[in-house]
């Protein structure tokens, strides 16, 4: 199985601001994806992270709010920009292997005060 | 679109007792299906996932689910529970119309096992 790191693992942050999420992979891997975890609520696909090309996002995420570089095999950002509250939840990035199983990094807990 | 309901958000359970945890999925199409444990500040590991074989699944630490298509349900089941399962567990689902792998994710369920 693949080990993600993922960084920062929490952060609070003012509203108005925008923060980078890390996520690196210790082997190569395939697909590299985001998630949002909201408050009591399940993990929601934001977009897949395409290497060397713009990311694909899910119906709700748009790439000015959530810009997603992936540079190469095992690298992938997420930023948060223009952060308000409703934007506090964990973000988590995982990744995906010959489409076998995903595997996930510890995720990023944000709070946007 | 697909969406994956997990009926219990919190169980609370004795050191061996019997565990099992509902998930059904709306999909109708071919799925493939999987557990996820989430243990207090950790990240988000498999338990188990179905493809296609046997609709009876064995994973990890003594888990196990059924795969039931006619009812659209992959309960997970373990008859022993111990205090380290106590753990957040989410089922999820995809399939491979789109090509790759994109999970639907229930809302999870909290267990706690007390000693």
């Known amino acids: 199985s693949a080990v993600i790191s993922q960084k920062p693992s929490r952060d609070i942050c003012q509203r108005g601001t925008s923060l980078t999420i890390q996520c690196q992979v210790d082997?190569?891997?395939?697909?590299m994806f985001w998630y949002r975890q909201q408050p009591g609520q399940s993990l929601t696909l934001i977009a897949t992270?395409?290497?060397?090309?713009?990311?694909?996002?899910e119906s709700g995420f748009v790439i000015d709010k959530f810009p997603i570089s992936r540079p190469n095999l095992t690298f992938s950002t997420l930023t948060v920009s223009n952060m308000s509250p409703e934007d506090s939840s964990i973000y988590l990035c995982?990744?995906?292997?010959?489409?076998?199983?995903?595997?996930f990094g510890q995720g990023t807990r944000l709070t946007v005060v | 679109a697909q969406s994956v309901s997990q009926h219990n958000h919190h169980v609370i359970l004795s050191e061996a007792a019997s565990l099992e945890l509902g998930c059904n999925y709306s999909?109708?199409?071919?799925?493939?299906l999987f557990w996820y444990v989430q243990y207090p500040g950790q990240h988000l590991q498999l338990l188990l996932k179905?493809?296609?074989?046997?609709?009876l699944v064995k994973g990890i630490k003594g888990f196990e689910a059924e795969f039931i298509k006619s009812k659209f349900s992959f309960n997970l089941r373990k008859p022993s529970v111990q205090w380290s399962d106590t753990a957040e567990y989410f089922c999820?689902?995809?399939?491979?119309?789109?090509?790759?792998?994109?999970?639907?994710f229930g809302t999870g369920t909290r267990l706690l096992v007390s000693p």
């Open positions: 995982s990744g995906d292997r010959a489409n076998t199983e995903a595997f």
């Open positions: 082997s190569q891997v395939t697909m």
């Open positions: 992270a395409n290497q060397g090309s713009e990311a694909t996002y």
């Open positions: 999909y109708g199409g071919t799925v493939n």
């Open positions: 179905y493809f296609s074989g046997d609709p």
């Open positions: 999820a689902v995809n399939n491979w119309n789109t090509g790759f792998q994109k999970l639907v």
